[in-house]
């Protein structure tokens, strides 16, 4: 059941290419419909793989002569991350309702894209894994150059430029395990159980990890995700930090981790206090976390406020794949869904609600324009979806971020101490973004007030508010009651672990 | 040999000389006072005629091959027979984009010389002896020579012909220079019996002379398939010449010559065989054990690999600069030729490899004549090639901008394209053919260019749909050449999404 959301969402998107272009609204519904079905498919394909390890959900020969297989399947970890996915498609196309532009063309290429996403989550076929992937680079590239707002061509460019090196290495590590290999055959099972020889994982490990790490937000491979984020129009910089990030992600874990475990191995000699490639990419996880935070601290951009905090909390996701225990493993997986969530919330906010109102981003603008009197929606939105990003308790970012410096303490404890020192910049961050954009003290003078009057700022609209619900329940749902989709992630990455990562 | 044989054997490129008469009787006979939009559609559609009945005649000519002597002059069926049907249907394509074009009032001509030429690309790719091959590669390049030049009114297709014509006359000359060393040494023009010759002489201190001739030779072929450091003619050819002429140029000319490579690396690994099954000719592709490198020693993967690297690099490199969207894919081609060239220097002792770099250069012709037909359209309205000219046409013409998108992201090598798929399929056949280091790290440059040229393509894709057009006219294309290039836009995603497909059809010919 769960392949329908893909070829839901290419039929949604080829639909949308043939639409006429002077109905906008016909379009906007048309992709609310089709990401609803996609998000319905995957809550019911959620609930019904329950208890369940992994399902094959299709298999057909594709192409025989190197056996590759159409071969898409879910366990716990792809069933959580497709759940992600229809709700960020369905949020980012609420978040999207004021697109007048092209608006046929932006849902086609929003829709392939989304596409490619659940692809990527449920192939099981490294090959067309890959492709799948590949599918996701260049509507990225579209939606940024055509809708995006500051430096959008540099922005777009520079991402498809990142994605398409880290694919490259990808593609290279993965030409390299199928002929080393000789198993005939692309399917992630059989070439995990291909026995490769543990010095060829060596170096094939860091290969692929870091190609998919690049979209992961890796530092200092990261630089892609500010820009892109901020030249993004809003649905793709939600899609963007909300799903392409966990594509990166997901990718490490998927094919990095899983198809070469040696390379995990100690190396059998020390560099710089490092032992094995877990060192090198914890380390480089843990200064993206302080980093991207740091960085995050001094921006006058609201926006790049929020696309540094994404590439500090991706830092997490990372750190909690390299503890190689259930526990850290279980939470980098939900912080996977949870940045998703909540980063996706968080560039709604900015991106829709105040820059589509007010036309600046600048922090320094910003505090003259009274936004929690003018716009209290959206100064108590992001109160709350900044609460989520600061890991308060009863939010998902809590859960994910404590399993994950849990797990980080039980492999080297000062990983745990080091990441630590991330959250508190987290929250002065967030709450300097917070002070300044919305409840700045600074009296206005006569002029300022006089434009204020001279212009109000539109209504909020109901998909906002939907989308906001949805986003924000999507958080709390999960930051209250964890165990809904920790009983999925739990057997899926035990059975990672044993699979010999 | 008798004549029938030799009848039956050639009777594919019997039929395209009696098309291209045929072309040549209808124009200048009977539509001499017809408009010259009637003469060039009629030329076209009675070219595109006798491509397909060649392919019926390539199919009835079988896998028989023609042998004098007991040897083999022509190979049939294998990947003789794979690439004639491919220069059949894409000498049938770019004659189909002829429709609607105005360079030139000859139209009849033009048709027929592109016959000729179809035809000497059908003999090299079939040719097994050392003077088959010159007489087919001369046929070819005279005729590429006259293509070029046809838009009479142009200075630059003028130009274009003559620096095509000079580099090609040299190259002949180097290539003619070689043979004839390889026949001082073998004492024989049959191919199998040269590279025997050769690897004996090889071993008696004949080293030195042997590398001579096959720089040569390289020189001469890494001109027909625009390697560097043989490529300057390239960029002026595909910029000068008219659209047709260029389109023909970069698919047919090139399946022809990567055909002929094919056959030179297959009978260089596998020309022990050769004797012992000489009943019916072609060289038995068996699952021996590799036990022979290569009939010509280490020299010729080795000459061939530089030609490779020095390809892709140059290729990609140059082609980030360029303003002039045929500039463009010139230089793309001299990159892609150069991942061809990877596929040739790792060639394995099954047909993997001959399999895989005929699907590539095959899709690559396919894709590569559609570019040209939409910069062909869009030269016409806009009277430019350059990348600015492209502003906006999403806007102007979305099924346009379409194929367009289609066709560059499939050169780029985006899946579920069949350009993808392509590359995929010929980076995993050199690393199935050569383990060690040195392929694996050829292929990991090769896959880092593919991402290099990402960039370039987006750079005119960025123009078709980002960037906003200056004129904002609809954008009229001929409704016949809309429907082919959205025939090959559909062949290009189809292809690509059934991979399987197209490697069946290579398979069955072996």
């Known amino acids: ?501 | 040999m008798n004549y029938t044989d030799l009848f039956r054997a050639t009777l594919p490129e019997t039929v395209l000389e009696i098309a291209a008469l045929l072309v040549l009787v209808v124009d200048l006979g009977f539509l001499r006072k017809a408009a010259l939009e009637t003469r060039v559609a009629v030329a076209a559609l009675l070219g595109a005629a006798g491509c397909v009945v060649g392919l019926w005649a390539v199919a009835f000519a079988g896998a028989g091959g023609l042998s004098f002597g007991g040897e083999v002059l022509l190979a049939g069926g294998g990947s003789a027979g794979v690439a004639q049907c491919g220069i059949l249907v894409l000498t049938a394509l770019a004659l189909l984009l002829l429709i609607g074009s105005d360079f030139t009032s000859h139209a009849g001509e033009f048709a027929a010389v592109a016959l000729m030429a179809a035809a000497g690309g059908m003999i090299i790719a079939a040719a097994q002896d050392l003077l088959v091959i010159f007489v087919g590669l001369e046929l070819l390049s005279l005729s590429l020579y006259i293509l070029t030049a046809f838009a009479k009114k142009s200075g630059k297709s003028a130009e274009a012909s003559m620096k095509y014509y000079l580099f090609g006359g040299m190259s002949a000359a180097f290539l003619l220079f070689g043979f004839s060393y390889l026949y001082g040494i073998s004492g024989s023009t049959w191919l199998p019996r040269v590279v025997c010759g050769v690897n004996n002489a090889a071993a008696h201190g004949g080293a030195p002379l042997l590398a001579v001739a096959l720089v040569m030779i390289a020189a001469g072929l890494g001109f027909k398939v625009a390697a560097v450091p043989f490529h300057f003619w390239a960029p002026d050819t595909y910029e000068g010449a008219p659209a047709p002429a260029a389109a023909f140029i970069a698919s047919v000319s090139k399946v022809a010559s990567f055909a002929l490579l094919i056959s030179i690396s297959s009978v260089a690994l596998h020309f022990m065989e050769s004797f012992h099954v000489s009943g019916d000719g072609t060289a038995a592709f068996s699952a021996q054990p590799p036990q022979i490198t290569s009939g010509f020693g280490a020299g010729w993967p080795l000459i061939v690999a530089v030609l490779a690297v020095a390809s892709m690099v140059f290729g990609n490199l140059a082609a980030l600069v360029q303003s002039s969207v045929r500039r463009l894919v010139a230089y793309s081609a001299i990159a892609h030729a150069g991942y061809i060239l990877l596929g040739l220097a790792f060639f394995s002792w099954t047909n993997r490899s001959a399999e895989a770099v005929l699907y590539y250069v095959l899709t690559y012709g396919l894709t590569t004549i559609g570019a040209f037909g939409v910069v062909g359209v869009v030269e016409r309205v806009t009277g430019s090639d350059k990348m600015d000219a492209f502003l906006g046409l999403n806007k102007r013409n979305p099924l346009l901008a379409g194929v367009m998108l289609v066709l560059f992201l499939s050169l780029a090598g985006i899946p579920p394209l069949v350009g993808f798929w392509a590359k995929f399929n010929l980076f995993a056949a050199v690393l199935e053919a050569a383990g060690g280091v040195v392929p694996f790290a050829l292929v990991a440059l090769a896959v880092a260019f593919s991402a290099v040229s990402l960039y370039y393509y987006l750079q005119v894709l960025k123009r078709v749909y980002v960037m906003p057009g200056v004129d904002e006219s609809p954008l009229r294309v001929p409704p016949f050449a809309l429907i082919v290039l959205l025939v090959i836009a559909a062949a290009v995603v189809l292809l690509g999404c059934f991979p399987a497909l197209l490697q069946g059809w290579i398979a069955s010919f072996y």
């Open chain 1, 1 to 501: 059941m769960l392949a329908w959301t893909i070829y839901l969402s290419f039929a949604g998107a080829l639909l949308q290419a043939l639409l006429p272009r002077s109905r906008p609204n016909v379009a906007r519904w048309l992709a609310l419909a089709v990401a609803v079905a996609g998000l319905v498919t995957g809550i019911a394909g959620f609930a019904a793989g329950m208890g369940q390890g992994l399902t094959i959900l299709v298999d057909v020969p594709w192409i025989p002569s190197l056996g590759i297989h159409f071969l898409l399947a879910a366990d716990g970890i792809s069933r959580v991350l497709v759940l992600l996915t229809g709700i960020a498609a369905v949020a980012g196309v609420l978040f999207s309702w004021n697109i007048e532009v092209r608006t046929n063309q932006f849902f086609a290429f929003y829709l392939a894209l989304i596409g490619g996403v659940y692809g990527v989550f449920l192939s099981f076929d490294v090959f067309l894994l890959f492709v799948f992937y590949e599918i996701a680079i260049v509507p990225k590239y579209f939606l940024i150059a055509i809708w995006g707002s500051t430096r959008r061509e540099y922005g777009a460019m520079k991402l498809a430029l990142y994605s398409f090196v880290g694919s490259a290495m990808v593609l290279i590590g993965i030409l390299a395990a199928y002929t080393t290999s000789g198993s005939h055959s692309t399917s992630l099972i059989a070439l995990a159980h291909a026995g490769l020889p543990v010095s060829f994982q060596m170096w094939c490990f860091p290969l692929v990890f870091t190609g998919f790490a690049i979209l992961a937000g890796m530092w200092p491979f990261h630089t892609w995700a500010p820009t892109g984020h901020v030249a993004a129009p809003t649905a793709a910089s939600m899609i963007l930090a909300g799903v392409i990030m966990k594509l990166g992600a997901y990718g490490c874990l998927r094919v990095g981790m899983a198809l070469f475990p040696h390379g995990l191995d100690p190396w059998g000699f020390t560099v710089l206090g490092l032992a094995s490639w877990r060192d090198v990419f914890a380390l480089l996880a843990i200064i993206g976390i302080l980093y991207g935070a740091l960085v995050a601290l001094a921006q006058s951009d609201f926006k790049f406020v929020i696309g540094y905090s994404s590439v500090s909390h991706m830092g997490f996701v990372l750190l909690g794949l390299m503890t190689l225990n259930q526990i850290g493993m279980d939470g980098a997986v939900l912080q996977m869904y949870s940045h998703g969530v909540i980063a996706g919330l968080l560039f709604a906010i900015v991106g829709r609600i105040v820059y589509d109102r007010t036309h600046t981003r600048q922090l320094a603008d910003l505090e003259k324009m009274h936004l929690a009197k003018r716009l209290p929606f959206a100064a108590w939105a992001f109160v709350i979806a900044g609460m989520a990003s600061m890991g308060l308790p009863g939010f998902s970012g809590f859960v994910a971020e404590l399993q994950v410096l849990i797990g980080a303490w039980m492999a080297r404890p000062w990983w745990t101490i080091a990441a630590a020192l991330g959250i508190p910049v987290a929250i002065a961050y967030t709450w300097r973004a917070l002070q300044k954009a919305f409840f700045s003290d600074r009296q206005p003078s006569v002029q300022e007030l006089e434009a204020e009057h001279g212009h109000r700022l539109a209504a909020i609209t109901w998909p906002e508010v939907a989308g906001f619900a949805l986003l924000g329940a999507a958080t709390l749902v999960v930051g209250l009651y964890p165990r809904i989709l920790l009983s999925s992630i739990e057997p899926a990455v035990r059975s990672l672990l044993k699979g010999g990562v």
